[in-house]
C-alpha cells in the first residue's frame, strides 16, 4: 500500500495563475480532506469529503475548489492563485471513525 | 466553540530529562483527542490517540476533563524527540453525523531535545 500520495512536492506559481493539487489514496477510505498548514496557524481544514460525489466546505475554503469522482482520487484547485495562498497542503483521509492518515503535503508558493 | 491551545510554540529540554507539552481544549460535548508529530519536512504521523491509552515511543498522554487537558508527557526526552507536535481534538464532518470527521489542530509546540 502506498497510502497517501500527494503531487507535486513542490510547486511555484505566478499570481493568477491556476493549479491543481493532486491526492490518491489506496486504503478505501471514505472520509478525505485537505488541510493548509501555515507558521503559528497550525493546521486548518480546507475541503472534505465523505465518499465519491460528496464534498464540503471546511474552516478556509475561498479560493479552493474540490471534486471526489473516484473513491481514490481527491484533488484541490486552486482557481486564481493569490499570495496568501503560500502554504504547506496536507492531504488525509481516514476510513469512518478510524485514525485519519496524511500524504507528505505539496509545498506551495505564490509571487 | 472547539478549540485546541497549546501554550508553547517551542519547548527546549536536555537529552534524559522529563518533558511536558500541554493542550488544552474547549468542546461541549465528550471530547476524543489526538497527538500527531511531524519531523522535520515530514508528514504528520499520529503519536496517541486518548480513546486507545497506548504509550508510544515512551509517550504518554491522560484526558483530564476536570481540567479540559491532554498533556503530551514522557519521562526522559531523546535528540530524536525533536519535532512539531500538534494536539487536535476531533470535530465530526459533518456536523451531527458520524461518517467522518476533521480534526481541529492547535498551533503546536517545537521540542527540540539538545544533547
Known amino acids: 500500500n502506498a497510502g497517501v500520495t500527494q503531487t507535486p512536492k513542490f510547486q511555484v506559481l505566478k499570481t493568477g495563475q491556476s493549479m491543481t493539487l493532486q491526492c490518491a489514496q489506496d486504503?478505501?477510505?471514505?472520509?478525505m480532506s485537505w488541510y493548509r498548514q501555515d507558521p503559528g496557524m497550525g493546521l486548518r481544514l480546507i475541503h472534505y469529503s465523505v465518499g465519491a460525489g460528496i464534498t464540503d466546505q471546511g474552516e478556509v475554503p475561498n479560493g479552493y475548489n474540490v471534486s471526489r469522482s473516484t473513491t481514490e482520487d481527491f484533488p484541490l484547485r486552486l482557481l486564481s492563485a493569490a499570495p496568501s495562498q503560500t502554504s504547506v497542503y496536507f492531504c488525509a483521509s481516514s476510513s469512518g471513525q478510524g485514525p485519519q492518515f496524511f500524504g507528505p503535503g505539496t509545498r506551495l508558493t505564490v509571487l | 466553540a472547539q478549540r485546541v491551545t497549546q501554550p508553547e510554540k517551542l519547548l527546549s529540554v536536555f537529552k534524559g530529562a522529563p518533558v511536558e507539552l500541554k493542550c488544552n481544549y474547549s468542546y461541549s460535548g465528550s471530547p476524543e483527542l489526538f497527538w500527531y508529530v511531524q519531523y522535520s519536512r515530514q508528514r504528520l504521523q499520529l503519536l496517541l490517540r486518548?480513546?486507545s491509552r497506548e504509550s508510544i515511543k515512551g509517550f504518554t498522554a491522560d484526558l483530564n476533563k476536570g481540567e479540559t487537558s491532554f498533556h503530551l508527557k514522557k519521562p526522559f526526552a531523546q535528540e530524536e524527540d525533536s519535532a512539531m507536535y500538534y494536539c487536535a481534538l476531533k470535530a465530526f464532518r459533518p456536523e451531527n453525523s458520524n461518517s467522518g470527521y476533521a480534526l481541529n489542530f492547535g498551533k503546536g509546540t517545537s521540542l527540540l531535545v539538545t544533547p
Open positions: 486518548h480513546i
Open positions: 486504503m478505501n477510505h471514505e472520509y
